[in-house]
């Protein structure tokens, strides 16, 4: 269906009272369409073919006036295309309303950059008073230790090796017995490959 047979039959929408016949005067119709600047032969051949349609029904037709109703298929294409129409509008106008919300709040908040940033704080440390003399543990005053500290100190203390003189020379002597299998191991691997060499030197021989 062509572009300019939906603006006529749009135009017959509201000209027409229903699905009743109505007389339309040729001038009428087309002033409802003033841009598609038809002439009489042009419209009586797109009416003829909403008749043949069936979104229209062309009772009869002279020069300048139509006898015409509506059909229920025509009013209900146009209906929906009506429908269509505004709801594509109305989701470009809730478009358009959200983007001037977003826009003013943005311009409403103050800028990142404009706040001052604050220097970061160095950590305190512990400040130790004492009098001239040599502080005994009486005159010593220690500026209080954050509990991080605490905790950091703990856990260095587990980690701290505690081994006595036995267990460092049970260590040495286990080395040694490793050492000692390991050598006796390979020098066993060694004979083994030479006998085995021997072996098979004597099974050619005989062999030939």
């Known amino acids: 269906m062509e572009n300019l047979s939906i603006k006529i039959l749009d135009a017959l929408f509201d000209l027409c009272d229903g699905e009743n016949y109505v007389i339309l005067d040729q001038e009428d119709i087309l002033a409802s369409y003033p841009e598609a600047q038809l002439n009489a032969d042009e419209l009586a051949e797109i009416l003829e073919s909403l008749t043949v349609e069936g979104f ?39 478009v358009i309303e959200g983007e001037s919300v977003t826009s003013s709040e943005t311009s409403d908040a103050p800028s990142a950059q404009s706040a001052p940033a604050k220097k970061p704080q160095r950590p305190r440390r512990p400040v130790i008073s004492s009098s001239d ?60 490959i030479m006998d085995l060499i021997f072996l098979v030197i004597i099974l050619v021989k005989l062999g030939g």
């Open 56 to 94: 229209i029904d062309l009772k009869y037709a002279d020069n300048t006036e139509y006898c015409v109703a509506m059909r229920t298929k025509g009013r209900t294409l146009i209906k929906q295309s009506r429908e269509k129409l505004q709801h594509i509008l109305q989701e470009n106008a809730d």
């Open 133 to 192: 003399s040599y502080p005994d543990s009486s005159s010593e005053r220690y500026a209080p230790v954050s509990p991080h500290t605490e905790k950091a100190s703990s856990r260095l203390e587990e980690y701290k090796p505690h081994e006595t003189e036995e267990e460092l020379e049970k260590k040495e002597k286990a080395r040694n017995t490793r050492a000692f299998l390991a050598a006796l191991l390979g020098a066993l691997a060694g004979s083994l």
